[in-house]
């Protein structure tokens, strides 16, 4: 199916307030419903409300600082711990597999033999799926792609579903009985669905696309803004020994760099909806059922009259204010906001905040583990593009681990 030409929206004010339009629902994802039907991202309405609602309990803040302080440094060792002993490592593959590991402890799905295999036969699985999410840019035979995505669940189910399912029902079993408490159990969008979804909403079929949707929703996003983060944060550290000392010592202004980084590289360029009736859109004018409005948010991203001349360029001294965010409309904005956003990128600091009980977010914390582990550049490997997507992500990044560079 080929695309109708879209009205076309590269305004920040514009965007934000086309995007909260209540007459606009998702595009995109109808050719890829064998993996997207039904799940967060394509609902509209009601039906979007009362799901997202349901799953937002997973992704509140207090979560978010105890998963941060907890779970992730130890989830950063244990997927560390063969690079460190190696003195190198691969910034993609390393950060595929981190990130593969927060994203399933926040759909729910379990790893229980906490191995690299597991976590590569999972990021196997999610990478088809991504393919039969983004089907409509594929130039594959799209029924092929199909077919891998329902091979490629099948597997899914049984191996990592399942047994995930069944944990949780048990915990909930015991629960109920008054056996242990909520803080007994997981907390995770699989164990609320199963808790307080609706069956017949959440049929199997529906339940296995949904934690699949999140699966991917927050793998490939992370890893590629962390490597970007990683580049520019890097390569801006360089030119002045300054910056280094500054980046080690202050923790919010590294989340600075973390958020500059994400404006300059939105993991999604655009987003895409569909007008449900006639409706008027500024920056689209009138706009018909059926037509379809290209939100360009790396454009608005870079827009001179908000970020300054240099707007192409990673500066994060540069000052923004509000209603701008740091990182622009990175992770979108309106009702499909991302609900991962606060977990990547912390907090955005209002005034002077404590750095000691601040939320930095996850990609801060990971990066500052790499700096402070000596991570450079390998000078023999230079890094190098991906060559399987249009999009300017980075493919191979080889890392050296530089005692004499590492913070004691
Ligand atoms: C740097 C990392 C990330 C970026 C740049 C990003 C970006 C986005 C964007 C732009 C959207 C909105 C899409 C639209 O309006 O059409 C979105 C939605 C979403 N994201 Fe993220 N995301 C990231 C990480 C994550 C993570 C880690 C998770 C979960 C653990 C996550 C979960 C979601 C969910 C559930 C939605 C759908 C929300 C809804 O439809 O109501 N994201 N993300």
């Known amino acids: 199916m080929l695309l109708p030409d879209p009205h076309i929206i590269a305004d920040s004010a514009q965007i934000a307030a086309g995007l909260k339009h209540p007459e606009l629902k998702q595009a ?7 993996i997207m039907a039904d799940t967060l991202l394509t609902l509209h309405g009601e039906r979007h409300r009362k799901r997202r609602i349901l799953e ?9 600082h105890w998963y ?11 997927s560390m711990t063969g690079d460190v002993a190696a003195g190198r490592t691969e910034l993609v593959d390393l950060g595929y597999r981190v990130t593969m590991n927060l994203t399933a402890d926040f759909a729910g799905i379990d790893r229980p033999a906490q191995s690299t295999s597991e976590t590569a036969e999972l990021l196997r699985l999610v990478e088809i799926f991504s393919q039969g999410a983004t089907i409509i840019h594929s130039t594959r035979p799209k029924d092929e792609v199909r077919e891998e995505v329902r091979a490629a669940i099948a597997d899914f189910e049984p191996r990592f579903l399942a047994p995930s399912v069944a944990r949780r029902r048990e915990l909930l079993a015991q629960h109920a009985a008054g ?3 909520d803080a007994d159990l997981p907390r995770d969008v699989l164990t609320v669905i199963l808790q307080k979804g609706d069956p017949e909403e959440f049929t199997p079929e529906v339940l296995t696309r949904e934690i699949g949707f999140y699966l991917q929703a927050g793998a490939h996003s992370t890893a590629n803004s962390t490597i970007h983060a990683f580049h520019d944060i890097y390569t801006w550290a360089e030119q002045d020994p300054a910056r280094k000392e500054r980046l080690r010592e202050d923790r919010v202004f590294f989340q600075r760099c973390v958020h500059e980084s994400l404006r300059l590289h939105p993991a999604s360029p655009v987003a895409w909806r569909e007008a449900m009736c006639p409706i008027h859109l500024d ?3 009138d706009v018909a059922t059926g037509d379809t409005i290209e939100f360009r948010l790396a454009e608005a991203n870079r827009d ?5 001349e240099d707007a192409d360029i990673f500066n994060p001294e540069r000052v923004v204010s509000l209603p701008t965010l740091p990182f622009g409309h990175t992770f979108g904005t309106g009702v499909h906001t991302c609900l991962g956003r606060d977990l990547d990128g912390g907090v955005v600091p209002r005034g002077n905040v404590d750095p000691e009980t601040h939320q930095y977010g996850t990609i801060t914390l990971f990066l500052r583990d790499l ?9 023999d490997a230079l890094p190098q593009r991906a060559t ?9 990044y080889p890392v050296i681990f530089n005692k004499e560079h590492a913070w004691a």
């Open 179 to 181: 056996k242990i408490t």
């Open 28 to 34: 995109l994802y109808d050719e890829g419903a064998v």
């Open 304 to 308: 001179k009259t908000l970020f300054g």
């Open 283 to 285: 920056g689209a004018g």
């Open 388 to 396: 399987n997507t249009e999009r300017p992500n980075w493919g191979h």
């Open 68 to 78: 941060e302080q907890t779970v992730f440094p130890a989830t950063l060792t244990r």
């Open 371 to 379: 700096f402070a582990r000596g991570a450079r550049q390998d000078t």
């Open 56 to 64: 937002f309990g997973v992704f509140r803040k207090d979560f978010f």
